[in-house]
């Protein structure tokens, strides 16, 4: 009898092992696929304290021996505690604020009614018709040239994502514009990559200057630094600087965000570096809601210890973030007179970009942005116009 009893005990462990190995296979895959991977060894851990409670318990291990029950529930406690750290981790991380991808752009879509474009005081002297120019760009740009689109492109629905008016981050405009799905786009110049990729398509990137915007660098608005030098800059991006004390502020360990690859604003960091080597960007272990790629050049979140940089329009206008503060550099202020006067040491032009030099409605389109018309629309919308400073 005892024999068959134990027979059934090691039955019902094999039972109740596949049923709670094949819930917890559904459990991890399922936060696998979320991209929760964070989870996971704090799920497998309950569910094997779980199964190994179980088993011992129908083996009668814990029958009457109460220093076993507590040595087997202690060491329980500390697995479960530990494989709780990264989920804390997580969700502590999570609770911080990311300045990125804050912008409804639908509230700049052309011709919709309420939306936040800027208008001509009168009517355009420009109006396009078939075919229409395609026009794709950064997204910190796409509240110009939507305004634009709406002074001399036919009234009709322009959907951000697929029209004539497009709007995606900078290397994606650059890929619809060497691919041929875009005519014309409005961006900060290119990265060497792009300019190679435009070459190997058998055509030269060019580039037209239509207005002028500051390269800024922001902190947490607790940060007590104010203002940076630009050899500060370089030394915190080259990674010899790495301590706030360095330059002034507390003593808390720099985390300086970057930005992805042949972004515009990664572009600019490039540049404004020159010879001076950029040190790795900071990464996420973890898959991204954009596409579900590991290790990816993570979003600036505003720990009170992070520096992060973008262009002042979209700081300011279209973010609007009152929990982060712009950096003066070399104590000059990113502002519109700063940028026309060229006093704010990193300012620089944005352009529309075309794939050779652009003909028929491209070039008439081009014209019209850089005569009295167009420049003043730029003005209006925000920016510093490239015959602002004439």
């Known amino acids: 009898m ?6 059934g005990q090691i039955g019902m462990a094999i039972f109740v092992l596949l049923g709670a190995s094949f819930f917890t296979f559904v459990i991890v895959f399922t936060f696998l696929l979320a991209g929760n991977i964070h989870y996971i060894p704090l799920i497998i851990a309950i569910a094997s304290i779980l199964y190994i409670g179980f088993v011992l318990q129908i083996f009668d291990v814990f029958y009457q021996k109460k220093k076993r029950v507590k040595v087997f529930w202690g060491l329980a406690g500390i697995i479960i505690a530990i494989t709780c750290i990264q989920p804390i981790y997580k969700w502590l991380d999570s609770r911080v604020p990311t300045v990125d991808a804050e912008v409804n752009i639908y509230q700049y879509e052309p011709f ?13 002297s420009l109006k396009l018709e078939e075919p229409l120019p395609v026009i794709d760009g950064a997204t910190a740009l796409y509240p110009l040239y939507a305004a634009i689109a709406q002074e001399v492109y036919p009234e009709k629905n322009y959907n951000p994502y697929k029209s004539e008016v497009m709007v995606n981050q900078t290397h994606e405009a650059y890929t619809n514009l060497i691919l ?20 190997d398509k058998g055509f030269e990137l060019v580039l037209t200057p239509i207005g002028k915007e500051a390269f800024v660098f922001f902190v947490n608005s607790k940060n007590n630094i104010d203002g940076l030098s630009l050899e500060q ?17 507390d003593n808390d360990e720099i985390r300086a965000f970057q930005r992805p690859q042949d972004s515009g604003s990664q572009t600019a960091l490039q540049r404004l570096m020159g010879d001076t080597p950029l040190m790795e960007a900071p990464t996420e272990d973890i898959a991204t809601g954009m596409g579900g790629i590991i ?22 206008e279209m973010v609007r973030n009152k929990e982060i503060k712009l950096l003066k550099v070399n104590g000059v202020a990113p502002t519109k007179e700063t940028i026309r006067s060229n006093a704010y040491p990193i300012a620089s032009e944005f352009y529309i970009v075309t794939a050779g030099e652009p003909i028929g409605n491209v070039k008439t389109l081009i014209d019209w942005i850089l005569s009295e018309e167009g420049q003043s629309l730029i003005e209006k919308a925000g920016y510093v116009s490239i015959t602002s400073g004439e």
């Open 2 to 7: 005892e024999k068959k009893s134990y027979w």
């Open 112 to 124: 919709v009614e309420g939306n936040q474009l800027v208008e001509l005081e009168q009517t355009a």
């Open 180 to 199: 041929g799905r875009a005519d014309l786009i409005f961006a900060a110049g290119p990265s060497e990559n792009q300019i190679r990729r435009a070459e």
């Open 233 to 249: 800059i370089k030394g915190i991006y080259s990674g010899e600087i790495t301590n706030w004390s360095e330059v002034g502020g």
């Open 295 to 316: 290790n990816e050049v993570s979003q600036y979140k505003n720990y009170k210890n992070a520096i992060g940089y973008t262009f002042r329009y979209y700081s300011n």
